[in-house]
């Protein structure tokens, strides 16, 4: 198959691009490259440099590249900016999104594997958070991710667009040979941030916020490996070439830790090089982040055969520290 991946020069976009390519498909990335590197892209695959927000250049690249499916996740991704920012979440993310399934329903109505966010059930009152569990989100950010699954969903009824909408948990990680990995222009990733600021980079980490009802009161999220996420978007294109109908999955692993359990996993992956334990400070909550957010992901393991390999928090982020320690400065090295 041939399929189109916005925001394939992106940290996600890139990694499935690679699980995408080993797959057999061929692909063809769609970047305005605001926040992506060329450099993440393998060899070969071509790369339209367009922004979603020109509606005439997406739909051209479905003109002349063909494709026979859109995984889309072009988007702006920090829940803090989005806060301060609204106007820039809704056209990039709602407004961009708008014109590629307009694109998409007056071109060839080809299925779409959309990148969401567990961020749109806000302050879930189940654990671990099934798909229907109530959508409320508590950020800008995760509202953009919510109309856009609304609006596939109104193109389906519509247009007969069929989608799998993947909810991401926290990302993090990087292929282990270190070649590629997590660089982006503003740096908010708990996981990334720790691993540069072990790196001297930065003096401390910010705690933000220890006043949640939590086991220790900072913040749970449950931490997925992007090559897991990304054979996510592989078997979730797949399903729909062969003819699957739209559905909604969760994609994490089911076990949350908090950010303190993410320091510490930190400070015993850098332990025995030469690097110091982190410096911790408390700081006052980030606007917009649900206290808890863990994923029940049975459905896209028993509908789409999906298995995590990366089960251990360590070891997700010794894959991280192999791509930040031999780049510190990201594809600038
Ligand atoms: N966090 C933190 N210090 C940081 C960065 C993040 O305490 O320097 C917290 C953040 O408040 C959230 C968790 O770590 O509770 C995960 O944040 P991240 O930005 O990595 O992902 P998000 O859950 O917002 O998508």
Known sequence: MKILVTGGAGYIGSHTVRALLGAGHSVVVLDNLSSGHAQALPEGVPLVKADLLDQAAVQEALSVHQPDAVVHFAALIEVGESMSQPGRYYRNNVVGSLNLLTAIAQTRKIPIVFSSTAALYGDAEVSPIPEDAPKQPTSVYGETKLMTEQMIQAFERAHGIRSIRLRYFNVCGAVPDGSIGEDHVNKT????????????????MMIYGDDYPTRDGTCIRDYIHVLDLAQAHVLAVEALAQGAGSSAYNVGLGHGFTVREVLDAVDAVIEGSDYAPLTRELAP????DPPSLVADSS?????????PEYVDLQGIIQTAWEWHRTHPHGFQD
């Open 299 to 307: 459905s896209i393991q028993q509908s789409l055969g999906w298995k």
């Open 189 to 204: 990733h708990l996981i990334e941030l720790a691993l540069l600021t072990a790196l001297g980079q930065r003096e401390k």
């Open 285 to 288: 909550r980030r606007a917009g």
